[in-house]
């Protein structure tokens, strides 16, 4: 909800910072939506192992049945569903409302589910290696974005191709790297907090 | 070798006379670099300005190559926790960013002239970029942890991470938009450069690649012994 907000009054700073004349903001709307988005799905990781490595339910977890890789990918998915994707289904919406052609709204919402999951799972391995460290929130900010520039090049290709017309773009090449980050993550997630609790 | 070298006080005699030796040669690489640099021919089209690539392309190459000897160590420091290794990771990085934060300014004031501005977002730009942020988020992780041993492993995993994303990074950085001139040293076919551009441009690489060496080894030692300080110190 807090990260809806936030992307809500995100997407309302826009027209206030770059000017409120249609032909601009619709040049830059799909663009904004997505980088928004971004940003909103970064607010919340620091609550994702933090909290638990406080109270010791990680410890709980460790030593529990399943390995830490489950219960990290597990994790990973519940974040993407309570929190990515409802601002996936904001990311349509906030495009057209910045002036995007609406015949762009199922491809945005179909880049902004799949970039979700991968922004989470690769958020997920920041917000474990930032776990237990001072000022985690924007640790998690530095050690998270600079990994993020393919998804985002990828899911603005896919965004821009399907305004010109051209079939494909960045879509596949995005779903495969998020395939992947979601593959994988959980195994460098898992690794960071076995790091951080012992 | 490496395994010869992973005991700590092996290293330690090696790296004593091999750190000033690599200086050394370092120094002389750079002196005949500058040199041969400084009296190639002007560019039928860059003028003068060609020289700064004599400083510039040398610097990229060992940020990234510092980059990979970043995760190598951190490779091995992570599976067989070896302390020496962790060092090495710990001693690359600072390292790495400032070759790299070089290369980005020096590509700044070969910007200017040439396609007359200081920044411009082509594919290679700013994939070195996004290589020197990915050295402040290591250095910051590092930073971040007070636990010395936790610090280092957590700086490992990321380094590892990062290793892994770095070629899809440049591909998909490729793939967003090039303006850049394409590699035209290492490609197939040969250098596409004239040797009185080639034989400096890599003499300046073997002199910042060994200047990144003796430097890396010194780090390694003044590490070890800070730990050796700080264990004293405890003991006490």
Not at chain 1, 54 to 69: Q, S
Not at chain 2, 13 to 35: D, T, Y
């Amino acid at each position: 909800m807090l990260a809806a907000g936030f992307y809500a009054a995100l997407t309302a700073l826009v027209p206030l910072a770059a000017g409120p004349e249609p032909e601009r903001l619709a040049l830059v709307a799909p663009g904004l939506a997505w980088i928004a988005l971004v940003l909103a799905s970064l607010l919340s990781l620091e609550r994702l192992f933090e909290r638990d490595l406080e109270d010791g339910a990680l410890d709980l977890l460790a030593l529990g049945g399943p390995p830490l890789e489950a219960v990290a990918a597990v994790k990973t998915k519940a974040q993407w569903l309570a929190v990515a994707a409802p601002l996936s289904l904001l990311a349509p919406i906030a495009a057209v409302a910045l002036g995007a052609d609406p015949g762009l709204a199922p491809v945005i919402l179909l880049v902004a589910l799949l970039g979700g999951l991968c922004f989470v799972a690769v958020g997920a391995v920041g917000a474990a290696l930032a776990a237990g460290s001072r000022r985690g929130g924007l640790l998690i900010a530095v050690l998270v974005l600079p990994l993020l520039v393919p998804p985002v090049i990828f899911g603005a290709g896919a965004i821009q191709a399907a305004d010109d017309g051209v079939p494909g773009g960045g879509l596949a090449l995005l779903a495969a790297y998020t395939l992947a980050a979601a593959g994988l993550s959980p195994f460098a997630t898992a690794a960071a907090l076995r790091n951080a609790i012992s | 070798m490496i395994a010869a070298l992973a005991n700590p006080q092996r290293f330690m005699a090696v790296s004593r006379p091999l750190a000033p030796l690599l200086g050394g040669v370092s120094l002389v690489l750079f002196a005949v670099g500058l040199w041969l640099g400084f009296s190639a021919p002007e560019d039928y089209q860059q003028g003068d300005t060609v020289r700064i690539m004599f400083v510039h392309a040398p610097a990229a190459t060992a940020g990234l190559v510092a980059y990979a000897a970043l995760g190598a160590a951190s490779f091995v420091g992570l599976v067989w926790r070896h302390a020496l290794a962790e060092a090495a990771a710990k001693a690359a990085a600072p390292l790495g960013a400032a070759f790299t934060f070089l290369a980005l300014v020096t590509g700044s004031l070969w910007g200017k002239p040439m396609w007359g501005t200081w920044w411009v977002w082509d594919a290679r730009v700013t994939s070195v970029l996004v290589l020197f942020l990915l050295y402040l988020g290591y250095l910051a992780l590092h930073a971040a942890i007070e636990d010395e041993q936790k610090a280092a492993r957590a700086a490992a995993i990321l380094a590892l991470v990062g290793l892994v994303n770095l070629p899809i990074i440049r591909f998909s950085v490729d793939w967003w938009n090039t303006l850049h001139q394409p590699a035209s040293v290492l490609r197939a076919g040969g250098p596409s450069m004239p040797s009185e551009f080639l034989t400096p441009l890599l003499l300046m690489m073997g002199a910042y690649l060994t200047a990144f060496g003796a430097l890396w080894l010194v780090r390694i030692r003044s590490e070890v012994w800070r730990r050796r300080a700080r264990r004293q110190a405890g003991a006490l």
